[in-house]
Structures are given as C-alpha cells and as structure tokens.
Nanobody, 119 residues
Framework: QVQLVESGGGLVQAGGSLRLSCAAS????????MGWYRQAPGKQRELVAT???????SYADSVKGRFTISRDKFKNTVYLQMASLIPEDTAVYYC?????????????WGQGTQVTVSS
C-alpha cells in the first residue's frame, strides 16, 4: 500500500519559515514527479511546486522566489522549504507523487498538512 505522509505544517507569523516533508512508504520505486499542492477554504486546489526525477523544479508564480522544492531520491522524500510566508499562503498542503510506467500512470496523495500564517 503506497502512502504519502506529510509533516511540518503549523502556525507561523508572516515573514517566517516552515519546511514541509513528505515521505513515501510502501513503495519499491521512485516517483517520476513529486509535487506540492495547496487548497485554501473556498478555493480550488492549486499547484505549488513540482520536481521531476532529474531534479528539475517548477513553481507557481505566487511562490516563486520564496519556496524551494527538493527531494531525496534515496529516501523517496520530497520537501518544501517555505520562506517569507504571507497570510495568503494559509492552506492545507498536499503532497503528490506520480508514477509513470510504460503501461500506466498512477497518482498518489498525502493526507495534507495545515499551514497557517498569521498577520
């Protein structure tokens, strides 16, 4: 059973930093792409950042320059370093892993971790 478990969320004041972690378990593979999404109350889930197996990262414009995504392939873990946090970053952050094979594409989601940024 593949599971993604996020951790590191919490309450932080504006301007502060947090680092989110997402560890994959129950796998004998490395995800082709891992990423972070977030969803604020009343809003659609949005992409925050992704990183592929080669280490190439992409970011939403709203977080570019403030957030950094990284991964440890050996540990099958992805991180999101968040700096200069603003109240608009408040959301539940979800980890996503995508596995692509010659025959199928699989997507997996973590349970989410709450990030709250106070003004």
């Amino acid at each position: 059973q593949v599971q993604l478990v996020e951790s590191g969320g919490g309450l932080v004041q504006a301007g502060g930093s947090l680092r989110l972690s997402c560890a994959a378990s129950g796998t004998i593979f490395s995800f082709n792409v891992m990423g972070w999404y977030r969803q604020a109350p009343g809003k659609q889930r949005e992409l925050v950042a992704t990183i592929n197996s080669g280490g190439s990262a992409s970011y939403a414009d709203s977080v570019k320059g403030r957030f950094t995504i990284s991964r440890d392939k050996f540990k099958n873990t992805v991180y999101l370093q968040m700096a200069s946090l603003i109240p608009e970053d408040t959301a539940v952050y979800y980890c996503n892993g995508r596995l692509t094979t010659v025959r199928n594409e699989y997507g997996y989601w973590g349970q989410g971790t709450q990030v709250t940024v106070s003004s």
